[in-house]
Nanobody, 124 residues
Framework: QVQLEESGGGVVQAGGSLRLTCAAS????????LGWFRQAPGKEREFVAT????????YYSDSVKGRFIISKDNDKNTGYLQMNGVRPEDTAVYSC?????????????????WGQGTQVTVSP
């Protein structure tokens, strides 16, 4: 079982940057893939990015590709989502999740461990 806690959310102007942090407890964090998802009001949860257990593979949704960067520091049991060039449509609650496996996956059904989420609001 891995417990996760996100931080770093807040209000940012369009075009700005924000870095989200996902602090994990438990030994298995370093051996499993990490994902970031988001959910905007009135919308379904959406995949954002995923990274393999050792960071050698990443995958992004088309909506954030080229703007967001996912990373993972296994020594610190911490994951990150660097958000650059944010847009009002990026406004959502962002949650990190640890996968059941070591390889990347964008399907939330393979993520049994989730954080509570952190709110990101992008003003025009």
């Amino acid at each position: 079982q891995v417990q996760l806690e996100e931080s770093g959310g807040g209000v940012v102007q369009a075009g700005g940057s924000l870095r989200l942090t996902c602090a994990a407890s438990g030994r298995t964090f370093s051996t499993l893939a990490l994902g970031w998802f988001r959910q905007a009001p009135g919308k379904e949860r959406e995949f954002v990015a995923t990274i393999s257990w050792n960071g050698d593979r990443t995958y992004y949704s088309d909506s954030v590709k080229g703007r967001f960067i996912i990373s993972k520091d296994n020594d610190k049991n911490t994951g990150y989502l660097q958000m650059n060039g944010v847009r009002p449509e990026d406004t959502a609650v962002y949650s990190c999740a640890v996968a059941r496996y070591s390889s990347i996956t964008w399907d939330p059904m393979y993520y049994p461990n989730w954080g509570q989420g952190t709110q990101v609001t992008v003003s025009p």
